[in-house]
């Protein structure tokens, strides 16, 4: 069964169509990347499955629970939608972490105040918090940053700031880990180290979309490319077979333009 | 005589001293109050609204549909009150109620006029920090928000964990500005007969025909600023830490 159904997304700002019909599906310990020029709806649909923007219509669905049906208010009660936020996982162009904590307290925050809802939470107090830092030093060290746990973000180059932004998504362990152009802010030198973790957790099996620029990247790593132009998807394929024989004639164009550059 | 002016004027800078601390203590969370009022976003005649009746008023007339009755009204009482001077406000609250009613309610409080001086400028002071708190929380980036959504955090502890700590680093510097005009602000308070320091400092050339005290009374005001301008810069100090 897939982890991930996309059915039929629309999404309009005002009058601009921005998602038009979009469906797609993954299966668990799969690499999507999702390509295309600025404006054509990718960082849309990311934010779409984090519940960061209601789509008008279609549903999401997760390991074949609906999560969102545009048709069906009694799935979009905000209390619920926090619950099923934690199916995906966020990592955002602009990093976002909370500048007035730590590396480690960023990536420890989320599920410090979640834990606060568990049953066990008043006798297991210390245990639990205990269990939550140990999990969130051990990912910091995956992410070659157990020397930086208690620097601030702006002690932190750009690179290592996203690499603390990716061991905070995973901290509560997604089903899917959605990535929205990871490396975009970042300079050409750092870009590296972070798509370096990307592979590694690619490599591992880890769940995730990826909407980036980096087309060599994206060929490489991913299982699946979806090529994305004004709101709709033109080419979706194996990774290599889109990126070096693309079929559709505005594919074409687009990655002729990215060889160019 | 030296003496006896400065123990005159202490007493006056007592009950300035009183103004300003109950003054901050309700003005400071008035203000995020009115800030959250102006900020609402509620609409009732919103179309998708869950309300159906209100919803087709809004479907028929778009531009109610886009009201915001809360952040409407807050918005006119701030302008009422940042565009009328404190004096007349504090005129307004002391001596309104006496002429509506048989006698004065306020006199009905042991200290009547401090009272209702405390309450004209709580109002007063909370609709300017109302101002200073929306910038300081709209200045907050929304990627803050939005990371502390994604982490299935719920609106307050976003707003607790993530968004006050930043508010507060960024209002520090207006809000000195604002907690230093007040203090100059209470010599207002002798429009209702409250002797602060300027009154205070002034009696003498009525009662000993000396002036030299109402000059005298800047270096209290010197003093009191001072030592909150150390405060300001301490707390800066301390939030500095992040960026």
């Known amino acids: 069964m897939a982890i991930l159904e996309v059915q039929n997304i629309e999404k309009h700002f005002g009058a601009t169509k921005v998602l038009k019909d979009i469906s797609f599906s993954m299966e668990q310990g799969q690499a999507i990347a999702i390509i295309g020029s600025s404006g054509s709806g990718k960082t849309t649909l990311l934010r779409c499955l984090n519940f960061l923007e209601t789509p008008d219509r279609g549903r999401i669905a997760v390991n074949g629970d609906v999560l969102f049906d545009a048709a069906d208010p009694a799935t979009?009660?905000?209390?619920?939608?926090?619950?099923?936020?934690l199916h995906f996982g966020m990592v955002f162009q602009s990093f976002n972490l909370f500048p007035q904590y730590t590396a480690l307290e960023n990536v420890t925050l989320a599920g410090r105040l979640l834990a606060q809802e568990r049953p066990d939470f008043k006798s297991r107090k210390k245990e639990i918090f205990a269990e939550i830092e140990d999990h969130g030093r051990e990912l910091l060290a995956r992410m070659?940053?157990?020397?930086?746990?208690?620097?601030?973000?702006?002690?932190?180059?750009?690179?290592?700031?996203?690499?603390?932004?990716?061991?905070?998504a995973l901290a509560l362990k997604p089903d899917i880990l959605c990535f929205d152009e990871p490396t975009s802010a970042l300079d050409p030198e750092l870009t590296g180290e972070v798509l370096k973790v990307i592979r590694s957790l690619a490599e591992e099996k880890t769940t995730m979309i990826i909407v980036t620029h980096e087309m060599a990247f994206a060929r490489d790593v991913a299982d699946q490319v979806i090529f994305m132009d004004k709101g709709v998807i033109v080419e979706q394929g194996q990774a290599k077979q889109v990126i070096e024989h693309p079929q559709q004639e505005r594919t074409k164009q687009f990655l002729f333009q990215y060889s160019e550059g | 005589m030296f003496w006896t002016v400065t123990r005159t004027i202490l007493e006056g800078c007592g009950q300035a001293g009183k103004l300003f601390f109950f003054t901050l203590l309700f003005a400071l969370p008035l203000g995020?109050?009115?800030?959250?009022?102006?900020?609402?976003?509620?609409?009732?005649?919103?179309?998708?609204?869950?309300?159906?009746?209100?919803?087709?008023?809004?479907?028929?007339?778009?531009k109610l549909a886009a009201w915001r009755p809360v952040s409407m009204l807050t918005d006119v009482f701030v302008w009422i009150i940042r565009g009328t001077p404190l004096m007349l406000?504090?005129?307004?609250?002391?001596?309104?109620?006496?002429?509506?009613?048989?006698?004065?309610?306020?006199?009905n409080f042991s200290d009547g006029r401090m009272?209702?001086?405390?309450?004209?400028?709580?109002?007063?002071?909370?609709?300017?920090?109302?101002?200073?708190?929306r910038g300081g929380i709209e200045g907050v980036p929304a990627g803050q928000r939005e990371a502390g959504e994604v982490l299935g955090m719920t609106r307050s502890q976003i707003f607790f964990k993530v968004t006050l700590l930043q508010m507060v680093k960024r209002v520090v510097p207006?809000?000195?500005?604002?907690?230093?005009?007040?203090v100059k602000d209470t010599s207002l308070a002798r429009i209702i007969a409250i002797t602060e320091i300027i009154k205070a400092g002034e009696s003498f050339s009525k009662s000993a025909g000396i002036v030299w005290p109402l000059y005298y009374t800047a270096v209290f005001y010197l003093a009191f600023v001072g030592v909150l301008t150390i405060l300001f810069r301490y707390i800066e100090r301390r939030l500095s830490y992040f960026k």
């Open chain 1, 76 to 85: 979009q009660r905000e209390n619920e939608i926090r619950k099923k936020r």
């Open chain 1, 144 to 168: 070659g940053l157990a020397d930086r746990q208690g620097h601030y973000p702006h002690q932190l180059s750009g690179g290592q700031q996203q690499r603390v932004a990716i061991a905070r």
């Open chain 2, 32 to 62: 995020l109050v009115i800030a959250f009022g102006s900020m609402s976003k509620w609409r009732p005649f919103r179309v998708t609204g869950r309300f159906q009746p209100l919803c087709r008023l809004g479907t028929r007339f778009p």
């Open chain 2, 89 to 107: 406000q504090l005129i307004i609250i002391f001596y309104t109620p006496g002429k509506l009613l048989p006698q004065n309610p306020w006199n």
């Open chain 2, 115 to 133: 009272f209702a001086c405390i309450v004209a400028f709580v109002i007063n002071y909370a609709c300017y920090f109302s101002v200073i708190y």
């Open chain 2, 174 to 182: 207006p809000m000195s500005n604002e907690i230093i005009t007040l």
